[in-house]
């Protein structure tokens, strides 16, 4: 007799990124919302230091490395969880918190990883939707729904794929009314070096309050994945019961902390992404009349009006950008250096 796997996990699919093997051909990857340029030297150098220090052999030594987290965070070193990328600091959230049929909110369209992890679980998802108009939060809804005492609510912020914020004063109302109602919340702030957004002035007020970040959108480690979690020190207990003592590896801790205590690179390319490069797209579609939406990462959602032309032209000039089925007809396009936006516009305007 076959295995009995989950009934859940037999109606699931994968999530499968498309065109594996992008990085190997040579295309400018405007599709996944990455850093476009290598790390600072800093990083790699560490890297190496850390290949001859004759430690391949042996489990990871973390050290030192939540002090420099929290001084980066501006939170104490208890109150900072490291993960395997950010995708599993979503995950040990969800676990914590939900069980077969528990209720999570999730504002929608948003971040795949959310449902993905929502059905692992078993969980029901509710979906209030980001306004059709101009994508902004459905903050009312959101707050109605929390009468209904889910276990979670999912602030994504910001939104990815929208680029919506969520002002912080609307943070602060949903946590209050998620406290009141014993509902923990998640907020995700993939892209909160780009945005300036965070929820962390909130953390020592709510016991209910769990943020999610990554460096792999700024300080250009994908590869290594790396991410960490903020949270009230006694939830950092609890959810260390639940992360492996050694999910985090040390070429991931390495890298981590040398880009964190040589954040320049970072900043200059953040500066260069959202006060040149992007305002240079946003102009371009509006001079050619392709809609936008607004946002607050490093990346626009656009709906143009032949978006499979646009794909087709921009692949065959080496470029990758993302579709999207939801919000249907859109695509995602991510905004590296001023090079890379000059030779998108410029691939751009042949599609139309």
Known sequence: MPVRFRENIKTMTPYKPPLEGRASKGYLLLDFNEMTTEPGQEVKDSLHTFIDSKRLQVYPEYGTINSVVAEYAKCKPEEVLLTNGSDQGIDVVFRAFLNKGDTVIIPSPSFAMFYQTAFLQDAKIVKPRYRENDFSFPFEEVLALLDEKPKLLVLCNPNNPTGTQISP????????????????????????????????????????????????????????????????????????????????????????????????????????????????????????????????????????????????????????????????????????????????????????
């Open 169 to 352: 004063e609307e943070v602060q109302k949903l946590l209050e009314k998620a406290r009141d109602n014993e509902v923990a919340v998640l907020c995700d702030e993939a892209y909160f070096e780009f945005s300036g957004i965070t929820a962390r002035e909130f953390l020592s007020e709510f016991d209910n309050l769990f943020i999610s970040r990554t460096l792999s959108k700024q300080f250009g480690l994908v590869s290594t994945r790396i991410g960490y979690l903020l949270s009230q020190s006694s939830n950092i207990e609890q959810l260390l019961k639940i992360r492996g003592p050694y999910d985090v590896n040390m070429f991931a801790k390495t890298a981590l902390e040398a880009a964190l205590q040589n954040p320049g690179y970072s900043k200059s390319y953040i500066a260069e992404v959202m006060e040149r490069s992007k305002p240079m797209l946003e102009n371009f579609f509006k001079e050619r009349g392709v809609k936008f939406f607004p946002g607050a990462a490093n990346f626009l959602l656009i709906q143009p009006e032949n978006p499979q032309k646009i794909l087709q032209t921009l692949e065959a000039e080496g470029i990758l950008i993302r579709p999207r089925e939801d919000p249907a007809g859109t695509i995602r396009v991510s905004i590296g250096t001023l090079g890379d936006t000059e030779r998108f516009i410029k691939a751009y305007a042949k599609a139309l």
